[in-house]
T-cell receptor, first 116, second 117 residues
Framework: AQKITQTQPGMFVQEKEAVTLDCTYDTSDPSYGLFWYKQPSSGEMIFLIYQGSYDQQNATEGRYSLNFQKARKSANLVISASQLGDSAMYFCAMREGSGGYQKVTFGTGTKLQVIP | GAVVSQHPSRVICKSGTSVKIECRSLDFQATTMFWYRQFPKKSLMLMATSNEGSKATYEQGVEKDKFLINHASLTLSTLTVTSAHPEDSSFYIC?????????????FGPGTRLLVL
């Protein structure tokens, strides 16, 4: 089974509209962290937002928010008021384990294109 | 789906020693491989991009003599941290892509935790 699943290979959104990028995960570890990264065409990975498995509230960072539904094992990224510069690949990732025994798993990414 | 493995998953070494991390694509030919370093505040920094058979392209600020990258075959890339120091302690993640087109899917390894004492 896939540890991280991003079911949307590509998405379009109108500028200034909100968009939700889906991410579901699978783990039996009670302690884990969920990340979203943005990858522009340059290849760099830009950290957007983090959600810990024990965090009570959904994480928010500016225009980014993470819709964390623990029981459903989903961690969707919501981008509000889309901008042309938001066009990029977006990766969801999960980090499991603790101390030196950690493992990170990335999804296959969603390519977001913002339309003017 | 495609699988990328990293070995070792965890390594502890003394300051001044060199450490080699392997990244393998298990069921596809990775024309391009990437090496990232994940910092404590979760940011993921691209260190270098390597294409099979050619020299790696390092990002600005990354010392190529310290972080040696070898992409000798279509399924294997290695990152050698030479003369490691405690500040090199980090989580290193490799990624592989089949083909050179940016539309190709990029697959990530599970990461290697390096601790330099």
């Amino acid at each position: 089974a896939q540890k991280i699943t991003q079911t949307q290979p590509g998405m379009f959104v109108q500028e200034k509209e909100a968009v939700t990028l889906d991410c579901t995960y699978d783990t039996s570890d009670p302690s884990y962290g969920l990340f979203w990264y943005k990858q522009p065409s340059s290849g760099e990975m830009i950290f957007l937002i983090y959600q810990g498995s024990y965090d009570q509230q959904n994480a928010t960072e500016g225009r980014y928010s993470l819709n964390f539904q623990k029981a459903r094992k989903s961690a969707n990224l919501v981008i509000s008021a889309s901008q042309l510069g938001d066009s990029a690949m977006y990766f969801c990732a999960m980090r499991e384990g603790s101390g030196g025994y950690q493992k990170v798993t990335f999804g296959t990414g969603t390519k977001l294109q913002v339309i003017p | 789906g495609a699988v990328v493995s990293q070995h070792p998953s965890r390594v502890i070494c003394k300051s001044g020693t060199s450490v080699k991390i392997e990244c393998r694509s298990l069921d596809f030919q990775a024309t391009t491989m990437f090496w990232y370093r994940q910092f404590p505040k979760k940011s993921l920094m691209l260190m270098a991009t390597s294409n099979e058979g050619s020299k790696a392209t390092y990002e600005q600020g990354v010392e190529k003599d310290k972080f040696l990258i070898n992409h000798a075959s279509l399924t294997l890339s290695t990152l050698t941290v030479t003369s490691a120091h405690p500040e090199d302690s980090s989580f290193y993640i490799c990624s592989a892509r089949e083909g050179t087109g940016i539309r190709k899917t990029q697959y990530f390894g599970p990461g290697t935790r390096l601790l330099v004492l």
